[in-house]
Antibody
Framework: EVQLVESGGGLVKPGGSLRLACAAS????????MSWVRQAPGKGLEWVSS????????YYADSVKGRFTISRDNAKNSLYLQMNSLRAEDTAVYYC????????WGQGTLVTVSS | DIQMTQSPSSLSASVGDRVTITCRAS??????LGWYQQKPGKAPKRLIY???SLHSGVPSRFSGSGSGTEFTLTISSLQPEDFATYFC?????????FGQGTKLEIK
């Protein structure tokens, strides 16, 4: 069974940093592209970033480009999202998602950016 | 960026009804479209991928169709557990974009 468990969310001040982690199990992690998607409270879904295995390509939404960095550690079956220069509008539940077609989702971790 | 226009934004229906939700893409996306269901406080779950393929474990009352710029999700006979919010997603090109969502409520 595919399992994705996010951690690292919390309350952070504007301008601060946070690192999200996603622990993957139930599949061969190194074979799969991975993504982050977020959802602001009461709002729709927004794709944030994807890391594509086959092409070694990385993509970011314009809203986070230059501030967020996606990475992975295949030895630890883990995906990460380093978030710097956080803004109030980054407040959202962040989901870790398997594959580039967004097939399997974790339960999410809440990031709140507020002073 | 490709814009996804989803309609209706909300829908009231009864158990046993047949309902259809539509997504229109601002440009052609071949069949690179998925549909998701989300219940309050829960993560989205994929129902349909590649426009019409059923995700593993999803009941056959869900179906998808379309191509190019016009896509539909159909629930053939609503069940109580189907009342939720539904989103479409285009994964044809980055940035991936979602429809605004359709909230399906009990009439």
């Amino acid at each position: 069974e595919v399992q994705l468990v996010e951690s690292g969310g919390g309350l952070v001040k504007p301008g601060g940093s946070l690192r999200l982690a996603c622990a993957a199990s139930g599949f061969t992690f190194s074979n799969y592209s991975m993504s982050w998607v977020r959802q602001a409270p009461g709002k729709g879904l927004e794709w944030v970033s994807s890391m594509i295995v086959r092409s070694s390509s990385i993509y970011y939404a314009d809203s986070v480009k230059g501030r967020f960095t996606i990475s992975r550690d295949n030895a630890k079956n883990s995906l990460y999202l380093q978030m710097n220069s956080l803004r109030a509008e980054d407040t959202a539940v962040y989901y870790c998602v398997r594959d580039q077609w967004l097939g399997y989702w974790g339960q999410g971790t809440l990031v709140t950016v507020s002073s | 960026d490709i814009q996804m226009t989803q309609s209706p934004s909300s829908l009231s229906a009864s158990v046993g009804d047949r309902v259809t939700i539509t997504c229109r893409a601002s440009q052609g996306i071949r069949n690179d479209l998925g549909w998701y269901q989300q219940k309050p406080g829960k993560a989205p779950k994929r129902l349909i991928y590649a426009t019409s393929s059923l995700h593993s474990g999803v009941p056959s009352r869900f179906s998808g169709s379309g191509s190019g710029t016009e896509f539909t999700l159909t629930i053939s006979s609503l069940q109580p557990e189907d009342f939720a919010t539904y989103f479409c997603l285009q994964h044809n090109s980055y940035p991936y974009t979602f429809g605004q969502g359709t909230k399906l409520e009990i009439k």
